[in-house]
């Protein structure tokens, strides 16, 4: 039972969870005339704050991932109309770079490792080009003598996630989108239909539509229905940031990536002179902590890619939770509880599917249908799946 009756805060559609996927589709929503509520005790906080944003539909390409490749390609198609309309819109920069990126081998196996995902775009219709050692020096000349290989791919851009949030924050804003600063503990089920949530302080905000956007914490919102649950974990990665001196710059023209023993590691340099370093992926549940190994791995395995990384001065780690799903990729639309719709489990891709997660979801909140691209992700894939509740 809540500790007050208060239902004065009622709108059209609530949206749980303030990050980036939660803003999109408030802000969407909002421009199609609905009255949006967002529930959120930070607003723009989150993974994005931790987020490299990487826009690498082509480089991120994996095996079984065909599927959800399609929509990450749709949705770096939509990114520069996107970036274009939220700034214009704001005043925001948002970091927005199509500086490409450079995928890289630095031994033997990641040269056939890298050979292979090469065969694989190319049989995927993608545009990425194969440069011996030499060029990739000559493209990046910060780069280890050793390295034996890579891939240069122009389409893969980048985004910088904390101006993404802020642009998106204010945009919602013009649009009239309400905040509330606080946490949803609690989904209203009224005759067998979501109609809101009761927040942590006791207050029911009604609504005609709920969209659960919470992240990694989207499995453990009460008051949904166990076999509805959305089934996602939180997958921690550590990141560093540091800064390029005007002495050294430019010391990365485009992001660099590249497998060093067999851990993922990559550095996407900013126009204002910040280098991201990340990511690592540990199953390690809601642990936060920025951990020394996770550091040295981070600075370890990127000295050997670009040797000079080691004269940056290093200004900011950070440990963050991508919502992991069961097959890596969203779950988007109607739950299966009437007036209950999700837009979580994007996992390592959450920034990319920003843009075309808004459309979708401002699409099904009108008409009750996904969209043609959004169709593959409906939520009801895993309605035998359940979440693990964490202690």
Known sequence: ???????????DVLIVGGGIIGLVTAWRAAQRGFAVAVVDPEPGGGA????????????????????????????????????????????????????????????????????????????????????????????????????????????????????????LVAACERAGVAFHRTWAERLSVLRERAAGVVTREGVVLGAGQVVLAAGSLSGRLAGVPDDLLPPVRPVKGQVLRLTVPERYA?????TVRAVVRGSQVYLVPRENGELVVGATSEELGWDTTVTAGGVYELLRDAHELVPGITELPLTETRAGLR?????????????????????TGHYRNGVLLTPVTGDSMAHVLTTGELPDVARPFTPKRFSTVRTEQPA
């Not at 039972?1 to 709108?11: A, E, I, L, P, V």
């Not at 214009?88 to 770079?97: E, K």
């Open 250 to 254: 430019p010391f990365l023209s485009r």
């Open 48 to 167: 994005a704050q931790v987020a490299a944003g990487m826009l690498a539909a082509v480089t991120e390409l994996h095996y079984g991932e065909q599927t959800l490749l399609g929509l990450n390609v749709e949705s770096a198609r939509r990114y520069p109309d996107f970036a274009a309309e939220l700034t214009d819109l704001t005043g925001h920069d948002l970091g927005y770079r199509r500086c490409g990126t450079l995928a890289v081998a630095l031994d033997s196996d990641d040269r056939a490792h890298l050979r292979e995902l090469h065969a694989l775009q190319r049989q995927s219709g993608l545009d990425s080009e194969w440069l011996s050692g030499r060029e990739c020096r000559r493209l990046e000349p910060m780069l280890a003598p050793g390295v034996r290989g890579g891939l240069r791919v122009d389409g893969d851009h980048q985004i910088d996630p904390r101006r993404l949030a802020a642009a």
């Open 323 to 343: 919502p992991g799903s069961p097959d890596n990729a969203p779950l988007l639309g109607p739950s299966g509880l009437d007036g209950l719709l999700l837009a």
């Open 1 to 11: 039972m809540s500790r007050t009756s208060d239902t004065s805060h009622t709108s």
